[in-house]
Protein backbone atom coordinates (compact mmCIF):
# COMPACT_ATOMS: atom_id res chain seq x y z
CA UNK A 1 0.00 0.00 0.00
CA UNK A 2 1.08 3.37 -0.15
CA UNK A 3 4.23 4.03 -2.53
CA UNK A 4 4.14 0.11 -3.12
CA UNK A 5 5.44 -1.18 -6.44
CA UNK A 6 4.88 -3.86 -7.64
CA UNK A 7 5.89 -5.92 -11.58
CA UNK A 8 4.33 -9.03 -13.06
CA UNK A 9 4.99 -10.34 -16.33
CA UNK A 10 3.49 -12.85 -18.36
CA UNK A 11 4.81 -14.73 -21.73
CA UNK A 12 2.44 -13.79 -24.36
CA UNK A 13 3.17 -13.61 -28.01
CA UNK A 14 1.32 -10.43 -30.32
CA UNK A 15 -0.44 -12.58 -31.96
CA UNK A 16 -1.70 -14.76 -29.52
CA UNK A 17 -2.80 -11.75 -27.35
CA UNK A 18 -4.59 -9.92 -30.32
CA UNK A 19 -6.03 -13.53 -30.65
CA UNK A 20 -7.58 -14.05 -27.37
CA UNK A 21 -8.88 -10.36 -27.15
CA UNK A 22 -10.38 -10.37 -30.19
CA UNK A 23 -12.45 -13.07 -29.44
CA UNK A 24 -13.60 -11.20 -26.21
CA UNK A 25 -14.99 -8.35 -28.40
CA UNK A 26 -16.68 -10.50 -31.00
CA UNK A 27 -18.25 -12.33 -28.09
CA UNK A 28 -19.25 -9.23 -26.05
CA UNK A 29 -21.00 -7.92 -29.36
CA UNK A 30 -23.43 -10.82 -30.17
CA UNK A 31 -26.31 -10.93 -27.81
CA UNK A 32 -26.75 -14.91 -28.24
CA UNK A 33 -23.28 -15.60 -27.25
CA UNK A 34 -22.13 -16.11 -23.59
CA UNK A 35 -19.13 -13.84 -23.06
CA UNK A 36 -17.45 -15.60 -19.81
CA UNK A 37 -15.39 -18.08 -21.45
CA UNK A 38 -13.67 -15.53 -23.40
CA UNK A 39 -13.60 -12.79 -20.83
CA UNK A 40 -12.41 -15.65 -18.15
CA UNK A 41 -9.46 -16.19 -20.91
CA UNK A 42 -8.37 -12.59 -20.44
CA UNK A 43 -9.05 -12.32 -17.05
CA UNK A 44 -6.52 -15.31 -16.48
CA UNK A 45 -3.91 -13.73 -19.04
CA UNK A 46 -4.21 -9.61 -17.42
CA UNK A 47 -5.68 -10.11 -13.72
CA UNK A 48 -4.63 -13.50 -12.12
CA UNK A 49 -0.72 -12.89 -12.04
CA UNK A 50 -1.98 -9.93 -9.93
CA UNK A 51 -4.72 -11.30 -8.15
CA UNK A 52 -2.86 -12.15 -4.89
CA UNK A 53 -1.81 -8.68 -4.72
CA UNK A 54 -4.77 -7.20 -5.30
CA UNK A 55 -6.01 -9.01 -2.40
CA UNK A 56 -3.57 -8.38 -0.43
CA UNK A 57 -3.43 -3.94 -0.96
CA UNK A 58 -7.84 -4.81 -1.09
CA UNK A 59 -8.02 -1.50 -3.64
CA UNK A 60 -11.43 -0.08 -4.32
CA UNK A 61 -10.77 1.31 -7.90
CA UNK A 62 -8.40 -0.74 -10.85
CA UNK A 63 -6.99 2.28 -12.92
CA UNK A 64 -5.41 1.33 -16.36
CA UNK A 65 -3.38 2.43 -18.82
CA UNK A 66 -3.88 0.52 -22.05
CA UNK A 67 -1.80 -0.08 -25.01
CA UNK A 68 -1.90 -2.20 -28.41
CA UNK A 69 -5.02 -4.44 -28.62
CA UNK A 70 -6.09 -3.82 -25.32
CA UNK A 71 -7.15 -0.48 -25.76
CA UNK A 72 -9.95 -2.46 -27.59
CA UNK A 73 -11.04 -3.99 -24.53
CA UNK A 74 -13.88 -2.97 -21.86
CA UNK A 75 -11.51 -4.09 -18.68
CA UNK A 76 -14.97 -4.20 -16.87
CA UNK A 77 -15.54 -7.40 -18.40
CA UNK A 78 -12.79 -9.63 -17.54
CA UNK A 79 -14.59 -12.52 -15.46
CA UNK A 80 -12.50 -14.31 -13.09
CA UNK A 81 -15.28 -17.35 -12.77
CA UNK A 82 -17.82 -16.22 -10.65
CA UNK A 83 -17.48 -12.60 -11.28
CA UNK A 84 -17.11 -9.57 -13.76
CA UNK A 85 -13.97 -7.29 -12.39
CA UNK A 86 -16.04 -4.57 -12.32
CA UNK A 87 -18.42 -6.46 -9.52
CA UNK A 88 -15.07 -6.25 -7.69
CA UNK A 89 -14.01 -3.03 -8.15
CA UNK A 90 -14.24 0.89 -10.25
CA UNK A 91 -12.40 0.07 -13.09
CA UNK A 92 -10.79 3.28 -14.98
CA UNK A 93 -8.87 3.94 -17.87
CA UNK A 94 -6.24 7.21 -18.11
CA UNK A 95 -4.52 7.93 -21.33
CA UNK A 96 -1.41 10.08 -22.08
CA UNK A 97 -3.51 13.55 -21.40
CA UNK A 98 -4.34 12.08 -18.18
CA UNK A 99 -2.01 12.66 -15.35
CA UNK A 100 -1.40 8.87 -13.70
CA UNK A 101 -1.94 10.09 -9.97
CA UNK A 102 -5.68 11.77 -11.19
CA UNK A 103 -8.35 11.12 -9.04
CA UNK A 104 -12.23 11.77 -9.19
CA UNK A 105 -11.80 14.51 -6.68
CA UNK A 106 -15.65 13.62 -5.00
CA UNK A 107 -19.26 15.70 -5.93
CA UNK A 108 -19.43 18.34 -8.57
CA UNK A 109 -22.56 19.86 -9.30
CA UNK A 110 -23.42 18.89 -13.21
CA UNK A 111 -25.63 21.10 -15.62
CA UNK A 112 -25.52 18.82 -18.75
CA UNK A 113 -25.90 20.04 -22.58
CA UNK A 114 -27.51 17.64 -24.25
CA UNK A 115 -27.22 17.22 -28.02
CA UNK A 116 -28.80 14.11 -30.34
CA UNK A 117 -29.31 12.91 -33.61
CA UNK A 118 -32.23 11.21 -34.00
CA UNK A 119 -32.78 10.87 -37.37
CA UNK A 120 -31.25 8.76 -40.57
CA UNK A 121 -28.32 10.67 -42.27
CA UNK A 122 -27.06 8.68 -45.58
CA UNK A 123 -25.84 5.07 -44.40
CA UNK A 124 -26.20 6.01 -40.72
CA UNK A 125 -29.27 4.73 -39.40
CA UNK A 126 -31.31 6.74 -37.21
CA UNK A 127 -31.54 6.62 -33.45
CA UNK A 128 -35.04 7.10 -32.52
CA UNK A 129 -34.64 6.11 -28.67
CA UNK A 130 -31.63 8.98 -28.10
CA UNK A 131 -35.04 11.48 -27.59
CA UNK A 132 -36.21 9.35 -25.05
CA UNK A 133 -32.60 9.06 -23.63
CA UNK A 134 -32.42 12.45 -23.21
CA UNK A 135 -35.32 13.92 -22.49
CA UNK A 136 -35.57 11.13 -19.68
CA UNK A 137 -32.34 12.81 -17.75
CA UNK A 138 -33.69 16.73 -18.87
CA UNK A 139 -36.98 16.65 -18.74
CA UNK A 140 -40.29 15.77 -17.04
CA UNK A 141 -41.84 17.08 -13.67
CA UNK A 142 -38.49 16.21 -11.86
CA UNK A 143 -35.45 15.74 -14.11
CA UNK A 144 -32.14 13.99 -13.18
CA UNK A 145 -29.95 16.76 -13.89
CA UNK A 146 -30.73 20.21 -14.63
CA UNK A 147 -29.49 21.91 -17.94
CA UNK A 148 -30.80 22.12 -22.11
CA UNK A 149 -31.04 20.02 -24.96
CA UNK A 150 -30.74 20.70 -28.98
CA UNK A 151 -31.76 17.48 -31.17
CA UNK A 152 -30.98 17.16 -35.14
CA UNK A 153 -30.61 20.58 -37.13
CA UNK A 154 -30.51 22.83 -34.29
CA UNK A 155 -27.37 19.93 -32.88
CA UNK A 156 -24.72 21.80 -34.98
CA UNK A 157 -20.98 22.52 -34.99
CA UNK A 158 -21.97 25.94 -34.09
CA UNK A 159 -23.66 24.81 -30.84
CA UNK A 160 -21.19 22.30 -30.08
CA UNK A 161 -18.63 25.33 -29.66
CA UNK A 162 -21.24 27.50 -27.61
CA UNK A 163 -21.97 24.24 -25.33
CA UNK A 164 -18.05 24.79 -23.83
CA UNK A 165 -18.01 27.85 -21.35
CA UNK A 166 -21.80 28.02 -20.90
CA UNK A 167 -21.74 26.63 -17.91
CA UNK A 168 -22.43 23.08 -18.52
CA UNK A 169 -20.31 20.29 -16.42
CA UNK A 170 -21.26 17.65 -18.72
CA UNK A 171 -21.32 17.46 -22.41
CA UNK A 172 -23.37 14.74 -23.67
CA UNK A 173 -23.38 13.72 -27.04
CA UNK A 174 -26.13 11.37 -28.33
CA UNK A 175 -25.05 10.10 -32.01
CA UNK A 176 -22.86 8.22 -34.54
CA UNK A 177 -19.63 8.33 -33.96
CA UNK A 178 -16.81 7.28 -36.74
CA UNK A 179 -13.16 5.82 -35.84
CA UNK A 180 -10.57 4.80 -38.71
CA UNK A 181 -7.20 3.84 -38.31
CA UNK A 182 -5.32 6.50 -39.52
CA UNK A 183 -4.92 10.45 -38.88
CA UNK A 184 -7.23 12.70 -37.33
CA UNK A 185 -8.93 13.56 -40.18
CA UNK A 186 -10.87 10.20 -40.57
CA UNK A 187 -12.54 9.87 -37.28
CA UNK A 188 -15.70 12.04 -36.98
CA UNK A 189 -19.05 12.73 -34.86
CA UNK A 190 -21.49 13.07 -36.91
CA UNK A 191 -23.54 15.96 -36.31
CA UNK A 192 -27.26 16.31 -36.80
CA UNK A 193 -27.39 18.31 -39.95
CA UNK A 194 -25.41 16.39 -41.32
CA UNK A 195 -21.76 17.53 -40.97
CA UNK A 196 -18.68 15.52 -40.21
CA UNK A 197 -17.06 17.17 -36.73
CA UNK A 198 -13.79 15.44 -37.80
CA UNK A 199 -11.21 15.59 -34.96
CA UNK A 200 -8.32 17.53 -36.82
CA UNK A 201 -11.01 19.92 -36.52
CA UNK A 202 -11.80 19.50 -32.87
CA UNK A 203 -8.19 20.25 -32.20
CA UNK A 204 -7.90 23.14 -34.70
CA UNK A 205 -10.82 24.74 -34.65
CA UNK A 206 -11.05 26.42 -31.14
CA UNK A 207 -13.13 23.89 -29.52
CA UNK A 208 -11.86 23.96 -25.68
CA UNK A 209 -13.76 21.47 -23.24
CA UNK A 210 -12.10 23.82 -20.16
CA UNK A 211 -14.54 23.54 -17.26
CA UNK A 212 -16.75 20.57 -18.46
CA UNK A 213 -16.60 16.97 -16.28
CA UNK A 214 -17.45 14.91 -18.42
CA UNK A 215 -17.70 14.12 -22.54
CA UNK A 216 -20.38 11.32 -22.75
CA UNK A 217 -20.25 9.70 -26.43
CA UNK A 218 -23.74 7.79 -25.61
CA UNK A 219 -25.12 5.71 -28.86
CA UNK A 220 -22.10 5.63 -30.67
CA UNK A 221 -22.02 4.09 -33.96
CA UNK A 222 -18.00 3.36 -33.90
CA UNK A 223 -15.64 1.18 -36.32
CA UNK A 224 -12.60 0.69 -34.49
CA UNK A 225 -9.95 -1.51 -35.84
CA UNK A 226 -7.25 -1.81 -38.83
CA UNK A 227 -6.47 -5.52 -39.05
CA UNK A 228 -4.09 -7.41 -36.68
CA UNK A 229 -1.78 -4.33 -36.98
CA UNK A 230 -4.21 -2.07 -35.30
CA UNK A 231 -2.71 -0.35 -32.16
CA UNK A 232 -6.02 0.65 -30.89
CA UNK A 233 -4.65 4.57 -30.97
CA UNK A 234 -7.91 5.67 -32.93
CA UNK A 235 -10.07 4.95 -29.99
CA UNK A 236 -7.85 6.60 -27.54
CA UNK A 237 -7.26 10.09 -29.75
CA UNK A 238 -10.90 11.19 -29.13
CA UNK A 239 -10.74 10.90 -25.21
CA UNK A 240 -6.94 12.16 -25.65
CA UNK A 241 -7.73 15.21 -27.63
CA UNK A 242 -10.96 16.21 -25.55
CA UNK A 243 -8.57 16.01 -22.54
CA UNK A 244 -5.99 17.76 -23.56
CA UNK A 245 -8.47 20.46 -24.58
CA UNK A 246 -10.04 20.85 -21.06
CA UNK A 247 -12.59 17.96 -20.50
CA UNK A 248 -11.53 16.25 -16.82
CA UNK A 249 -13.22 12.94 -18.71
CA UNK A 250 -14.47 11.11 -21.48
CA UNK A 251 -17.34 8.35 -21.31
CA UNK A 252 -17.33 6.40 -24.96
CA UNK A 253 -18.27 3.27 -26.46
CA UNK A 254 -15.65 0.47 -28.00
CA UNK A 255 -18.29 -0.77 -31.14
CA UNK A 256 -21.43 -0.54 -32.36
CA UNK A 257 -24.31 -0.47 -29.39
CA UNK A 258 -27.87 -0.56 -29.32
CA UNK A 259 -29.22 2.35 -29.61
CA UNK A 260 -32.73 1.43 -26.49
CA UNK A 261 -30.04 0.11 -24.41
CA UNK A 262 -27.59 2.64 -24.51
CA UNK A 263 -30.71 4.94 -23.59
CA UNK A 264 -31.62 2.93 -20.33
CA UNK A 265 -27.69 3.01 -19.26
CA UNK A 266 -27.30 6.56 -19.66
CA UNK A 267 -30.12 7.27 -17.49
CA UNK A 268 -29.56 4.87 -14.81
CA UNK A 269 -25.93 5.94 -14.49
CA UNK A 270 -27.24 9.60 -14.19
CA UNK A 271 -29.80 8.46 -12.00
CA UNK A 272 -27.22 7.02 -9.75
CA UNK A 273 -25.50 9.98 -9.63
CA UNK A 274 -28.11 12.24 -8.87
CA UNK A 275 -29.55 10.24 -6.26
CA UNK A 276 -26.54 10.18 -4.19
CA UNK A 277 -28.25 12.16 -1.87
CA UNK A 278 -24.40 11.81 0.81
CA UNK A 279 -22.48 13.40 -2.36
CA UNK A 280 -19.65 11.15 -2.54
CA UNK A 281 -20.18 9.07 -5.40
CA UNK A 282 -17.72 9.80 -8.39
CA UNK A 283 -18.40 9.12 -12.17
CA UNK A 284 -16.95 5.55 -11.60
CA UNK A 285 -18.85 4.75 -8.84
CA UNK A 286 -22.33 6.12 -10.88
CA UNK A 287 -20.88 4.24 -13.94
CA UNK A 288 -20.52 0.87 -11.92
CA UNK A 289 -23.67 1.26 -9.95
CA UNK A 290 -25.40 1.62 -13.54
CA UNK A 291 -23.45 -1.61 -15.17
CA UNK A 292 -24.49 -3.52 -12.75
CA UNK A 293 -27.98 -2.67 -13.07
CA UNK A 294 -30.54 -5.37 -14.39
CA UNK A 295 -32.08 -3.29 -17.45
CA UNK A 296 -34.81 -5.59 -17.98
CA UNK A 297 -36.04 -3.88 -14.82
CA UNK A 298 -35.73 -0.48 -16.82
CA UNK A 299 -37.46 -1.25 -19.80
CA UNK A 300 -39.89 -2.87 -17.84
CA UNK A 301 -40.80 0.54 -15.75
CA UNK A 302 -40.12 3.20 -19.38
Not at 67 to 86: I, K, S, T
Request: contains cysteine; neutral net charge.
Amino acid sequence: KGDTLIARSVDVSEKELFSKAQALREALQRPNQDPTPAARVMYDLLIAPIAADLEALAPETLVFSLDGVLRYLPMAALYDGNRYLVERYRVVGINEAVDATVEDKGRQVWRLAGLGLTRGIGTFSALPAVREELDGVLGGARPLLPGEVWFDQAFDANRVKLTQGGGFQVVHIASHFMFRPGNESNSFLLLGDGDQLTLQRVRTAGYSFKGVDLVALSACDTAVGGGRDANGREVEGFATLVQRQGAASVLATLWAVADRSTALLMRAFYQARAGDAAGTKGKADALRSAQQQDLIKYIQKY
